[in-house]
């Protein structure tokens, strides 16, 4: 499957979905247990995909009823806090590239004419784009889901339904990971890599079956099958893979520990990328490492 990137602008970073070899196959479940280990109350953790469509999206009478047991909701970072008008601008700075770099400079001229078209064609001129950082700008790129949809409505981010429902029961929100390691994790690509990523969101846009990729992946998510997750973007892009580890398998190990300090002290529903739920490196096989049982609550619909 062709598959574009797709990273979310500040509030969101969307992982590649790629995973490790799988030791077992997982049942199908986007909904789990954690129990044991000196537990005295089970915690949950539940795969989320960061946008869809409002017609795809769901949740099931058995996550609202693990959500409401919950006492702390936990995100890969804290929601509630990048709300903040205070905290988003202090971070507008590192939207751009360092040493005066441009664009134009880290790209072919013909690869560079590709993305000035591109964002010309979209309202959006160059000079406006020149030095933010290539990754920011693949959230503009990609044609996956139209992005006017998500102010308009007819897309939906779980994790912002999953703030307003805790907001609503007064649940503390926090998250495993703050908004500036984020950041710090596109410093730790080239500005060339992000470059050439970028230029494969447009090119992959272009393409006339992507959107149709997109959705199939949004199909296999709905049907809650990890197993099909993995195989479906097995010929992922070589670009994205290289930095897989980085992005996905250190962020779950550097997790589970902060996981394994919070849930003695409250009942949490986590809310990750999906992304981050299969595979030997995944955070279900690490927290079963611990010595936790984590076990599927089948919530296919």
């Not at 280990?37 to 469509?53: A, C, E, Q, R, V």
């Not at 300090?261 to 009942?267: A, E, G, L, T």
């Not at 986590?270 to 611990?290: D, N, P, Q, T, Y």
């Amino acid at each position: 499957m062709k598959k574009t990137v797709l990273l979310g602008l500040l509030t969101i970073l969307f992982t590649p979905l790629a995973w490790g070899q799988q030791t077992a196959p997982l049942e199908k479940s986007l909904l789990w247990e954690i129990s044991g280990n000196g537990l005295k109350t089970p915690s949950y953790l539940y795969g989320t995909i960061h946008m869809i469509g409002k017609e795809d999206f769901f949740l099931t009478d058995e996550t609202v009823a693990s959500f409401d047991k919950a006492e702390q909701v936990v995100f890969e970072i804290d929601m509630e806090k990048m709300s903040n008008v205070m905290v988003q601008f202090s971070l507008l700075m590192d939207l751009f590239m360092e040493d005066g770099q441009t664009l134009k400079g880290l790209l072919s001229p013909e690869d560079y004419k590709l993305v000035q078209t591109h964002f010309d064609g979209m309202g959006l001129p160059m000079m406006l784009l020149e030095r933010i950082k290539p990754l920011f700008l693949s959230v503009f790129a990609s044609g996956d889901i139209d992005q006017e949809g998500f102010s308009s409505g007819e897309v939906v981010s779980y994790e912002m339904e999953f703030m307003e429902m805790a907001q609503k029961q007064d649940k503390k929100i926090d998250g495993l990971e703050t908004i500036e390691f984020q950041m710090s994790l596109f410093d730790s690509i080239p500005y060339r890599a992000q470059a050439e990523m970028l230029v494969e969101s447009i090119r992959a846009e272009a393409d006339q079956d992507s959107g149709k990729d997109f959705q199939s992946l949004v199909e296999i998510y709905k049907s809650q099958d990890l197993e099909a997750m993995q195989g479906a973007v097995d010929n992922s892009d070589a670009m994205t893979t290289n930095y897989e580890t980085m992005l996905l398998s250190n962020r779950n190990s550097n997790w589970v520990p902060v996981m394994a300090k919070m849930m003695p002290k409250k009942s949490c529903f986590f809310a990750v990328g999906a992304a981050h739920l299969g595979g030997a490196e995944g955070v279900i096989s690490l927290l079963r490492k611990e010595g936790y049982t984590v076990r599927p609550l089948h919530t296919q619909p």
